[in-house]
Structures are given as structure tokens and as C-alpha cells.
């Protein structure tokens, strides 16, 4: 897998307010959550970026009152894939 390091200056480090030892969590963490807020990531990346659960992302989501990236034409896909899982049963 490919990686990509971000260059941020020491003064602006110096001036976050998170913890040192979670900072590069925490970072990671705000990165997912902005680019799925700004629907530029889907979910499933956003929480994988996030070293989050499926569960502990929404939660999160939820916490910061950030909407899910769910309409129409998903929901419709869910329910043909539902009735796809039926028929196999």
C-alpha cells in the first residue's frame, strides 16, 4: 500500500492541543473525518484512514453531528442486494 507523509511545521505541531502521544492518531482521525464530511472519501475509507471500526466511525460521526453519506440510489442498491442475500437463502 502507498503512503503519502504530510511536512507540518514544528511551531504549528507545537501549537495543536492534542497530546504528543496522540497526536498522529488524532490527526489521522480529523483528516477522515473532514475529507467524509466533505464527501471526497467514502466510508469505508474514511474509517479505515480513521484506524476506526465500521462502528466506532459512526459513532463518531454521530458525535460530531456529521451526516451519513446516504441517499436515494444507495438505499435502492441496499435493497436489491437485500433481496439478492433472500433469493440465495
Not at 495543536?16 to 467514502?42: C, F, G, H, W
Not at 466510508?43 to 471500526?53: I, L, Q, V
Not at 446516504?70 to 439478492?84: F, G, H, Q
Request: charged share 30%; glycine share 2%; with cysteine.
Amino acid at each position: 500500500m502507498r503512503t503519502l507523509t504530510l511536512d507540518i511545521p514544528e511551531a504549528v505541531l507545537a501549537a495543536v492541543k492534542i497530546p504528543r502521544t496522540r497526536l498522529k492518531a488524532d490527526l489521522k482521525r480529523e483528516l477522515a473525518l473532514q475529507l467524509y464530511r466533505e464527501n471526497m472519501i467514502s466510508f469505508a475509507n474514511a474509517h479505515r484512514m480513521a484506524d476506526m471500526s465500521k462502528i466506532e466511525f459512526h459513532y463518531l460521526l454521530g458525535e460530531r453531528q456529521i451526516p451519513r453519506q446516504y441517499d436515494v440510489e444507495d438505499c435502492e442498491k441496499d435493497m436489491e442486494n437485500l433481496a439478492l442475500w433472500n433469493t440465495a437463502q
